[in-house]
């Protein structure tokens, strides 16, 4: 029986989008994105998004998607604000009789569509934006008011850590501590995308020069003139950087490789540690992969 939704997860460059799309036109399928730098509209090259080279639209060659390219730069969204964004979507597809694949390698995004989230509390914006402005005043400083056991170190996580600290006086481990709701695909195949170190590498290295010459430094500009916070995505950081005169080309794209391939790392310890699948493919996936997740 066809299973009515889908997690396509694995790291940065496995092939895990092209598969989900293989997928999703295999079984008249819905994607549904859950990468947390992907729903930015404006940085498509930059975050190897499907629609990357592309106008951007809710369809890529008769499949849809959705939460793809749909934020300003401008803007910020919480995990549990993209839950919300997820379930709607995924409740559309399902009262449409379609089958439903989320797509991505952000792991509290992943995490929280299969598990739900602890409830939180309202936060001001008043200590929204406070939160936020620290932060951005020095990281660091920031990161030393939470306690050891928040490891986090991506800004957005911290301000929102730290938000909840400013309204509440409790840290946001306590609230994450409390039981969970709100799961939208507990029940979802699970399927890792899952290639050797080797050959992340290899496509790591063809695929920068391809998002530069897509636009890529372009869209870094982009970023710089929206005061978009360009540590939230690699690449971004390192284009702005050579943007700025703060490193040349080839310190710039030397570093970008290098970042996405720790990324890659942190990514698989995540998935080894943190997700269990149902189906691992040790590759980039082919049609007998697909059919294989079908009939499983």
């Not at 399902?94 to 792991?107: E, H, K, L």
Request: glycine content about 8%.
């Amino acid at each position: 029986m066809t299973q009515k939704s889908y997690i396509i997860a694995g790291p940065t460059a496995s092939g895990k989008s092209n598969f989900a799309h293989r997928l999703a036109h295999a079984i008249n399928g819905v994607i549904i994105n859950c990468d947390s730098v992907q729903i930015y509209r404006g940085i498509e090259n930059i975050s190897a998004s499907p629609f990357a080279g592309r106008d951007v639209t809710d369809e890529l060659d008769g499949v849809p998607y959705r939460l793809f390219s749909i934020l300003p730069l401008e803007s910020q969204i919480s995990v549990s604000e993209y839950l919300e964004l997820a379930r709607a979507e995924y409740n559309a597809a399902v009262s449409g009789g379609r089958p439903v694949i989320f797509v991505g390698g952000t792991g509290y995004y992943i995490n929280a569509l299969i598990n739900g989230m602890s409830p939180m509390p309202d936060v001001s914006d008043e200590n929204r934006t406070r939160a936020r402005q620290m932060v951005s005043d020095d990281l660091g400083a920031a990161r030393a008011l939470l306690p050891p056991e928040f490891t986090a170190t991506d800004p957005q996580r911290v301000s929102r850590a730290l938000e909840v600290f400013l309204q509440t006086g409790r840290h946001l481990i306590e609230f994450q501590n409390l039981p969970r709701t709100g799961a939208v695909a507990p029940m979802a195949r699970r399927v890792l995308i899952n290639p050797d170190t080797d050959i992340l590498r290899t496509r790591i290295a063809i695929r920068i020069p391809q998002m530069l010459s897509g636009g890529a430094l372009g869209e870094a500009q982009s970023v710089i003139d929206s005061g978009w916070d360009e540590r939230r995505a690699i690449g971004a950081a390192q284009l702005c950087a050579y943007i700025r005169g703060d490193k040349t080309y080839d310190e710039c794209i030397a570093d970008w490789i290098n970042k996405t391939n720790q990324y890659a790392k942190r990514q698989r310890t995540w998935f080894r540690t943190q997700f269990s699948p149902d189906i691992i493919i040790n590759r980039t996936g082919d049609d007998a992969d697909t059919d294989a997740v079908i009939s499983d």
